[in-house]
């Protein structure tokens, strides 16, 4: 596999990822609500690291896109 097809490959994996926390985040929502306070200071359950496992999954899908076809991130 080349570099790049592995670089693909882990950018897909992160956005499937996203994609099923995204799916499960709307399944609870839907279940119980999800309130302010719960979205952002949660300590337990689903949403404890919510934010900040999506926001650092995000930030690397970006990052790998620019990787992939060889732009800079300003």
Known sequence: ????????KEK??????????QQQF????????VTGKDYW???EGLLAN??????EMATRVVDLAHEIVGSARN
Request: proline letters at 0%.
């Open 1 to 8: 596999m080349s570099d790049i097809a592995a670089l693909r």
């Open 41 to 43: 200071a949660s300590e």
């Open 50 to 55: 919510y934010r900040h496992e999506y926001a």
């Open 26 to 33: 709307i399944a609870h929502e839907h279940a119980h609500g």
């Open 12 to 21: 897909q994996e992160l956005i499937d990822k996203m994609l099923d926390m």
